[in-house]
């Protein structure tokens, strides 16, 4: 794989190193559609500065509940906004 300067690679650590899930150019692009979320779909959740892997589970008003089935009992189920998620990348 080969980037352009000026390309915004986004990264994912694994025990093997990193690998690229994501090239986004610099020049405008055309409009970007809202993603559609169902339930137990994978989606990536921007908390604490980063892409996190959860299932959607749940709809409340504009609030989207996220399983993050490695976390400790009390701290799986979060709520995000739409525009924290997105359709999960890996």
Not at 13 to 25: L, Y
Not at 46 to 60: F, I, P, T
Request: proline letters at 6%.
């Amino acid at each position: 794989m080969s980037f352009e300067i000026g390309e915004i690679v986004e990264v994912i650590g694994n025990e093997d190193g990193m690998e690229v899930i994501s090239v986004r150019r610099l020049r405008p692009l055309p409009p970007t559609v809202l993603a559609r979320f169902y339930l137990g779909d994978m989606v990536d959740a921007w908390h604490n500065d980063g892409w996190w892997v959860g299932r959607y589970v749940r709809r409340e008003g504009p609030k989207y509940t996220v399983f993050f089935e490695n976390e400790a009992p009390g701290n799986q189920h979060v709520s995000y906004l739409k525009a924290q998620l997105r359709v999960h990348q890996e």
